[in-house]
C-alpha cells in the first residue's frame, strides 16, 4: 500500500493477556519505528529496526514487550501479560534510509486493557 | 531524559487568521526537527521538517522557524483553514544512530469559524 498500515486499529483485552499488534511499512523503506502514545501525550520512542542490522530496543519500558521485523518486512510488536499501564495508542513509522528523513506514520492499534 | 516541550497546550485562531505554534528543545546535539500534525483517531502527519544549518523554511501556508541560540522552534499557518484543527507535534533528533524521535506533549490548535 501507499502509506503505513497498521493492525488492529483497536484491541480490547483482558489484564494477564498476551497482545500482538502488526505493522506493514511503506514499500522500500529500511527503517521501522515502534512509539506508544498514552492520552493526551507525545509520542514515546520504543524500538528501531534497520534492515537487518541489530534493533535498539532501548526504549521498550519492560522486559514484557518485544518486537520483531524480518528482514525489510512486517513487523509485530508483542506485549506479555497485559497491565493497565499498557493501554494507549501504538504507533509504527518507517522512514526510507539511514538519513535524516521524516518518519511516516499509520494510524496506530489502540490498546486496551481491562 | 531530554524533552521537547512546548509553550501552550491550546490555540484558538478566527479562521482565515495567521497561527504560531511555539516549541522548545534542550537538546542542542539535535541537528533536524520536524512537525506534525495529528487529528483525532489519526497517526501523526507529517507538515514540514528544518535541519540545523537553516533558521528558516517554507512549504504551503506554513512556514518553520528555527532559533537554535536559544533552543527554540515555530510553526506558522498562514490563512487558518478549518482542516487546520488538529494537535500539533514538534518533534527532535539528530542524525546517527537510531534517530528516534523525542516528542513534545502537543499544542491542540482550534480553528474557529
Known sequence: GAGVSQSPSNKVTEKGKDVELRCDPISGHTALYWYRQRLGQGLEFLIYFQGNSAPDKSGLPSDRFSAERTGESVSTLTIQRTQQEDSAVYLCASKAGRGNQPQHFGDGTRLSIL | ?113
Open chain 2, 1 to 113: 531524559g531530554e524533552s521537547v516541550g512546548l509553550h501552550l497546550p491550546t490555540l484558538s485562531v478566527q479562521e482565515g487568521d495567521n497561527s504560531i505554534i511555539n516549541c522548545a528543545y534542550s537538546n542542542s546535539a539535535s541537528d533536524y526537527f520536524i512537525w506534525y500534525k495529528q487529528e483525532s483517531g489519526k497517526g501523526p502527519q507529517f507538515i514540514i521538517d528544518i535541519r540545523s544549518n537553516m533558521d528558516k523554511r517554507q512549504g504551503q501556508r506554513v512556514t518553520v522557524l528555527l532559533n537554535k541560540t536559544v533552543k527554540h522552534l515555530s510553526l506558522q499557518i498562514a490563512a487558518t483553514q478549518p482542516g487546520d484543527s488538529a494537535v500539533y507535534f514538534c518533534a527532535e533528533t539528530r542524525e546517527g544512530g537510531a534517530q528516534k524521535l523525542v516528542f513534545g506533549q502537543g499544542t491542540r490548535l482550534t480553528i474557529n469559524p
